[in-house]
């Protein structure tokens, strides 16, 4: 147990549709950063945020937006579902801060979206 | 950019066996480099990582890795192959100037480990 929740861990739903993906970091963590991974796109960096605020961003579509909250889970927003959104969405969390960039990242065990 | 490649999508190992997969590493500054295990349905875990310390990484379960700057390589190996290393493992490289941010991701290879 890496001590990273992510809920749901199951989720269908239809084109078009929007969801909510929620990330609880391991205690004391401050960052908080969200993968993708697919069959065909592999593991990719979405986002990362550091203490509610957002630090890094990857190959994050429009469609999609992140935020972490003052208690410092995250949510991943996915709108206007399409097919290609499905995969299974992974957060992480670690005790990196700013200057300490060799730490350790913490890994869900994801939330696997199915769009139909 | 910083890019890592894994070669071989599936390697297939008898139990007891050496393991050995590989990595190599695309990378314009002095890179950090870490091996990542997926077990079915659950995250990834971290396997080892070099942070431009010691070239040979020790890591979980019996893996190893060395960093070679020559080959810019950095390959995973564990002596003797066991049935619960049966998994994907993934190889990243990372800026160590930005850390984790944007931490890149070889394609992953999966193990197969037969009795």
């Known amino acids: 147990d890496s001590g990273v929740t992510q809920t749901p861990k199951h989720l269908i739903t239809a084109t078009g549709q929007r969801v909510t993906l929620r990330c609880s970091p391991r205690?004391?963590?401050?960052?908080v950063y969200w993968y993708q991974q697919s069959l065909d796109q592999g593991l990719q960096f979405l986002i990362q945020y550091y203490n509610g605020e957002e630090r890094a961003k990857g190959n994050i579509l429009e469609r999609f937006s992140a935020q972490q909250f003052p208690d410092l889970h995250s949510e991943l927003n996915l709108s206007s579902l399409e097919l290609g959104d499905s995969a299974l969405y992974f957060c992480?969390?670690?005790?990196?801060?700013?200057?300490?960039?060799?730490?350790?990242?913490?890994f869900g065990e994801g939330s696997r979206l199915t769009v139909l | 950019a910083q890019s890592v490649t894994q070669l071989g999508s599936h390697v297939s190992v008898s139990e007891g066996a050496l393991v050995l997969l590989r990595c190599n590493y695309s990378?314009?500054?002095?890179?950090?480099l870490f091996w990542y295990v997926q077990y079915p349905n659950q995250g990834l875990q971290l396997l080892l990582k070099?942070?431009?310390?010691?070239?040979l990484v020790k890591g979980i379960n019996g893996f190893e890795a060395e960093f070679k700057k020559s080959e810019t390589s950095f390959h995973l190996t564990k002596p003797s192959a066991h049935m619960s290393d049966a998994a994907e493992y993934f190889c990243a490289v990372s800026d160590p100037y930005t850390g984790f941010q944007k931490l890149v991701f070889g394609t992953g290879t999966r193990l197969l480990v037969s009795p």
């Open positions: 990378s314009s500054v002095p890179p950090y």
């Open positions: 205690s004391g963590d401050l960052s």
């Open positions: 070099y942070t431009s310390a010691a070239t």
């Open positions: 992480a969390s670690s005790v990196v801060s700013l200057t300490s960039r060799a730490g350790e990242l913490f």
